[in-house]
């Protein structure tokens, strides 16, 4: 039992409360923080040094171009960034961009996920073949959507119009007429991937013989997919959706590559980098910046309500 | 996997074989319209300029390692040394720092184990662009600009929480009895973790570096704005490929393809822990 507790960390909690000496117990309690220390000092100065200097900057009136005006700017970077046309419809544009990449990836990425969860023939190399999308670099992947699939003139689309419907085929410039939808489509591609790996793992940890108990009662498959599969899923779905959120909310190469944020495609990110690397208004940036934290936040204590029972028994 | 044959079995009692076959044909479809794109561009990559053009698309088109040519011959290679270099020993890094952590953070937990735990996990939720305008005046105060070293730790430091997490989940497996020998022959700390617990946990040290590694290779936003001509990576160089410059698709594919092969190799390799390494260890 002493060896139990010594061990397995959620039952640790505490130093049993019957250990002589407070002294020997602290130099006990920093013999284990050692090994810690390095990592968590090295990612507090790394990681939140530099945002709290975002949040001061926020509040600054501070353009490169016109250093002699720096100072106090109160909140009027959060004013003008929140009234600009483009912040708005960057902050919209980042809203819709996450929400169909990460609902159409999930869903396109459930749907795999169960094909797959059969046996059959070639299984592992159709789950190769799935994830080969995903280990692209995002930059090559965008310029392969942009230049190989996309062109209009010469792009695989096209040329499949071609093929199938000859000479009258029609040629649409993709990108020029629907922008974000070329950037989702290049983002559901890397994503789905991604949602497949994690479903396929829920699925294949499916209590099986109560599934199987289910099917002798003679439950039929739509039920046990809507009443014991889809529940067991749940976690699993709500992970994978914040967890996609997460990197999408944050992308930038595939807007940067494919449409260089033009067409009314800019969102925050590169909005943002906009606005510090070509504009050099950084009290602005920082302000644009606080904005995007704010959103992250609420999205993640949020969404991490729900998914923290998945890493709470993994803690076990 | 034998079980689950089983239960299609059982719970399918009526369905006919046929229905499975097309469930399967429909997976194998599935997977390869996913993985064309890679193909084409594997293709693509391989026609002269004026092939890679054609619109019908001319498949059977002779090979040629022009498009490779063409390539190299904009001088790609420091831009693949910095992401090597980059990518090698931020992993390293992080591997160094997360090990002992993960150690105390599963075997021998601190109080508040789990408070330290989210508070990694919190950091992976911070949106960079967020923290890159100070990072930026940071590296131009210090002239740490276009140094590759800053590179290094900012990759260490996204990753990091990634490789605890990881680490830890895997540490969590460790036998027992193993760690009590450890103790009772009086093993300090360097000494358990270098000879005891390591060469247990190897399989997911290694595959916790790969999706480090991976991660570090793909990034692209630090990296384009805090390095020039010296410390530039091998992203940074693609997205000089971003404007149209003529015939130029077979280059194209083929640098999209050369930078992208390691994380294809490091990702195959690494395939059997990549949902754990990407759930950040909440899935197994």
């Known amino acids: ?316 | 996997m034998s079980a689950q044959g089983q239960v299609t079995i059982v719970t399918g009692k009526k369905r006919n074989r046929s229905g499975g076959m097309a469930l399967s044909a429909l997976a194998w479809v599935v997977g390869v319209l996913f993985v064309l794109p890679v193909l084409w561009m594997a293709l693509t990559s391989f026609h002269a300029e004026p092939d890679a053009a054609k619109n019908p698309p001319d498949i059977a088109a002779p090979l040629t390692l022009d498009g490779y040519r063409s390539f190299f011959d904009t001088g790609p290679w420091p831009s693949i040394a910095n992401s090597l270099t980059a990518s090698i020993l931020s992993t390293v890094l992080v591997i160094l720092l997360a090990f002992p952590a993960a150690y105390a953070l599963s075997i021998k937990p601190v109080k508040k184990w789990t408070d330290v735990l989210f508070f990694f996990l919190s950091t992976k939720m911070l949106p960079v662009v967020a923290g890159l305008l100070p990072i930026y005046l940071f590296a131009q105060f210090t002239g740490l600009l276009d140094n590759i070293w800053l590179l290094i730790v900012l990759y260490t430091s996204m990753n990091l929480p990634i490789a605890v997490w990881m680490l830890r989940s895997f540490l969590a497996e460790v036998p027992v009895e193993i760690l009590e020998a450890a103790s009772v022959d009086g093993a300090g700390l360097v000494r358990t973790l270098r000879s005891v617990v390591a060469p247990v946990v190897t399989p997911g040290i290694a595959s916790a570096a790969l999706i480090c590694f991976i991660f570090s290779w793909n990034e692209l936003l630090f990296a384009r704005v805090l390095t020039g001509t010296v410390a530039q990576t091998a992203p940074v160089f693609l997205t000089g490929f971003v404007t149209s410059q003529g015939l130029f698709l077979a280059k194209v594919c083929a640098a999209s393809l050369v930078v992208s092969l390691p994380v294809l190799i490091a990702g195959f390799a690494a395939q059997d822990k990549l949902v754990q390494g990407l759930s950040l260890g909440a899935v197994k």
């Open chain 1, 1 to 316: 039992m002493s060896v139990d507790t010594e061990v397995r960390p959620g039952r640790h909690a505490a130093t049993p409360p019957n250990k002589p000496g407070t002294l020997l117990r602290s130099t006990g309690d920093w013999a284990r923080r050692a090994p810690l220390l390095p990592a968590l000092v090295f990612m507090i100065i790394v990681t939140q040094l530099p945002f709290v200097v975002t949040i001061i900057t926020s509040f600054m009136d501070w353009n490169a171009y016109y250093p002699d005006e720096r100072g106090f700017a109160g909140v009027d970077n959060f004013r003008r960034v929140l009234t600009d046309a483009n912040t708005r419809q960057a902050i919209l544009v980042t809203i819709l961009l996450t929400a169909a990449v990460v609902l159409i990836s999930l869903l396109l990425g459930l749907c795999i996920a169960l094909l797959l969860d059969r046996r059959f023939r070639g299984r592992g190399v159709v789950r190769t073949m799935m994830i080969t999308p995903f280990l692209v670099v995002p930059v090559a992947a965008a310029l392969l959507w942009k230049h190989a699939l996309y062109n209009p003139e010469y792009g695989l689309f096209n040329g499949v119009l071609t093929w199938i419907f000859g000479d009258n085929a029609p040629q649409p410039d993709w990108i020029s007429n629907q922008p974000l939808w070329s950037v989702i489509f290049a983002l559901v591609w890397q994503w789905t991937p991604f949602m497949m790996l994690i479903l396929l793992a829920g699925l294949q940890s499916r209590p099986l013989d109560v599934i199987e108990a289910a099917g002798i009662d003679g439950a039929s498959q739509w039920d046990i997919f809507r009443y014991m599969t889809l529940p067991h899923l749940r976690q699993y779905l709500e992970l994978s959706a914040l967890l996609g959120s997460i990197y999408v909310v944050q992308n930038f190469d595939a807007v940067f590559t494919i449409t260089s944020g033009g067409l009314g495609t800019a969102n925050l990110p590169y909005t943002i980098y906009q606005t510090f690397y070509t504009a050099h208004d950084y009290g602005r940036a920082s302000a644009a910046g606080v904005i995007v934290v704010i959103g992250t936040i609420l999205i993640a204590t949020f969404a991490l309500r729900s998914v923290s029972t998945l890493f709470k028994e993994e803690g076990r």
